[in-house]
């Protein structure tokens, strides 16, 4: 139950950044009935997934979202973890071919296989 309130509250504050980026956290607090300190709890953790950001100072701080647009956000929510895997095999795919693209006009004088061999071994080596 607790989990559920949590990815409540945050999806909340996703949607509502984007059209209230000054007023999210009272807005928040007022609706599930949470402290601010609760909130700004909330808001930290959207930070570290890097799904929101801060911007300005503490007394003209806004939040916004990274990424997607909230309609975009909703569609891959509503998809099955099967639906999802895909679409994340499909994203590493076209960075792979983007990143042989890029490496292959670097170094025009390598053979196909080394620009393939030298971008999989920058996607092995790849952190997180």
């Known amino acids: 139950m607790r989990n559920e309130k949590s990815n409540n509250i945050r ?3 996703l949607r509502g950044a984007a059209d209230h980026p000054r007023r999210i956290g009272i807005m928040a607090a007022e609706r599930f009935g949470i402290s601010r300190q609760a909130v700004s709890r909330h ?3 959207l930070i570290r997934r890097g799904l929101l950001r801060a ?3 503490t007394r003209s701080r806004e939040y916004r ?3 997607m647009h909230p309609e975009q956000f909703e569609s891959l929510r509503k998809k099955s973890p ?3 895997l895909m679409l ?3 994203l590493w795919q076209a960075a792979f071919e983007l990143k042989s693209a890029w490496l292959g006009r ?3 004088d390598w053979s196909d296989e080394r620009v393939f061999e030298k971008t999989r071994e ?3 080596r790849a952190r997180t």
């Open 122 to 124: 920058a996607f092995l």
């Open 106 to 108: 670097q170094h025009p």
């Open 55 to 57: 911007v300005g100072n």
């Open 82 to 84: 099967a639906e999802k």
């Open 43 to 45: 808001i930290h953790i």
């Open 11 to 13: 999806d909340f504050i």
């Open 88 to 90: 994340a095999q499909q």
């Open 65 to 67: 979202r990274v990424g």
